[in-house]
């Protein structure tokens, strides 16, 4: 489905498609609160489409063919929990930190410790935004507390007692 993503004036930047070497040479920083519906890959991971993300993302040259991006993602999306199958509130909170390139050919190359990506040279910031935090989602969600798959549980419980007595 092909949405029209919105976004609030002044965040517009965040689609623009721009060369990822002039990003990093210009030092460019985007930042903002932008709805999760402007995520159409990140929202087909998610139960509900619902809710803000805040991002930073701050583009930098890392030596020749690399740019560094540096920045965080914080929010809270709906996701269906994997004991108890309901949904709920997973909080998102993680630090950027990836290498990009250009060249497949550079890869070897590059520090380990640091994560990378291969993008082609004319990027949108809201797609290398949009990869991290589809990284950012537990690979099994599930309540982070014990006490809300077990209410669940009780109270479907309950539900199919009643049924049985009437
Ligand atoms: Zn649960």
């Not at 909170?93 to 291969?118: K, N, Q, Y």
């Not at 589809?134 to 690979?139: E, F, I, N, V």
């Amino acid at each position: 489905m092909a949405r029209q993503a919105v976004l609030p004036h002044g965040q517009r930047g965040w689609l623009a498609w721009q060369d990822v070497f002039d990003l990093a040479a210009r030092g460019s920083v985007f930042e903002g609160t932008l709805p999760v519906s402007v995520f159409p890959r990140f929202s087909e991971l998610l139960a509900a489409v619902e809710g803000d993300i805040d991002a930073r993302l701050a583009f930098a040259t890392a030596g020749v063919g690399r740019v560094r991006v540096e920045g965080r993602v914080e929010g809270a999306v709906q996701l269906v929990c994997q004991r108890c199958l309901e949904h709920y509130s997973q909080p998102i909170g993680s630090r950027v930190g990836v290498l990009l390139v250009t060249d497949e050919a550079l890869i070897p190359h590059l520090p380990a410790e640091f994560e990378h990506e291969v993008v082609s040279e004319r990027i949108r910031p809201l797609d290398v935004l949009e990869d991290e935090l589809m990284m950012s989602l537990p690979l099994v969600p599930v309540h982070p507390d014990p006490a809300d798959c077990e209410a669940t549980a009780r109270r479907l419980l309950a539900a199919a007692h009643d049924d049985l007595m009437e």
